[in-house]
């Protein structure tokens, strides 16, 4: 099968309904959940903000349009390489410099939604990385990896996404050993449903915020607050991950979707 016949095969897929398109981003807007950090350690993003500029109005009779108030890692967003300091050197870390190519590839979905809800702070290790691929199959390169934990059902209700108490934040992620181990099967990218890529208490890991260290480090991805991973199965998935193509940026919100087949 030719490149051409694939995807005119996939297109018809799509227009049947054989493969579903699945949104797996949340509503960007005022409601959505933002990182805080501590004031004395960071300056932290402002909430989104969406004023109307017009709607079928005298400040526009025939069209209707916002503007926004936006930072670059709000809700549903992609982290690039430059976004922290283990990959400030790349110039192709930026995501209007970035290979576009890497984006769209195929998803492997690890569930860790029953131990998510038994324990926020849950930690998927190497281990439990492999014996999962035992079950579904390998990781491949320049593949995605995604946590479902089921976190965007709490996307409603920021304190209950953003779980923290006076030790810090309580959410689930991956241990140092288990991003060495996706690294060295050259994954594209790392993505959770929580507010970033790391646990909520990654801070006191070594190297601390492991996901953000050592994926940026190797010039990779981080996709967080990614939402709808209960629609998608382990393996068989596409996603499509683009952030806009902002000069220099460090990450952005996205509409991330993927194609899933269907019977």
């Given amino acids: 099968m030719t490149a051409a016949n694939a995807l005119d095969g996939l297109g018809a897929m799509i227009l049947s309904g054989q493969v579903e398109v699945v949104d797996c981003s949340g509503t960007l807007g005022p409601e959505t959940p933002i990182l805080r950090l501590p004031e004395d350690f960071a ?4 909430k989104v903000e969406i004023h109307k500029i017009s709607e079928y109005d005298e400040d526009g009779p025939f069209f ?3 503007w926004m108030v936006l930072g670059e890692h709000s809700g549903t967003h992609f982290d690039a390489p430059h976004h922290w300091i283990t990959g400030k050197d790349y110039s192709d870390g930026y995501t209007d ?4 190519q890497r984006l769209v590839a195929p998803v492997n979905v690890i569930d860790c939604s029953k131990e998510s809800a038994e324990n926020p ?6 281990d439990l990385i ?3 691929e035992a079950e579904h199959g390998e990781i491949g390169e320049g593949e995605w990896v995604v946590m479902r934990t089921d976190w965007d059902k709490r996307a409603d209700d920021e304190d209950a996404f953003l779980n923290a108490d006076d030790t810090g934040p309580h959410s689930p992620g991956p241990t140092p050993d288990a991003v ?3 690294l060295s099967k050259k994954i594209v990218g790392w993505g ?3 507010i970033g890529t790391d646990a909520g208490q990654a801070g006191g890991m070594e190297p601390p915020y492991p996901a ?7 010039n990779c991805f981080g996709l967080a607050s990614l939402a709808n991973l209960d629609k998608l199965p382990p393996k068989g998935a596409l996603l499509i991950a683009a952030p806009l193509k902002i000069k220099r940026g460090t990450g952005s919100p996205i509409r991330a979707l993927a194609l899933v087949p269907r019977g």
């Fill in 43 to 46: 300056k932290n993003t402002p």
């Fill in 64 to 66: 209707a349009w916002n």
């Fill in 97 to 100: 410099t970035l290979d576009v």
């Fill in 121 to 126: 702070d849950f930690l998927l290790t190497a």
């Fill in 130 to 132: 492999r014996a999962w």
């Fill in 180 to 182: 060495g181990y996706l």
């Fill in 192 to 194: 959770s449903q929580c």
């Fill in 212 to 218: 953000h260290n050592l994926l940026h480090r190797d």
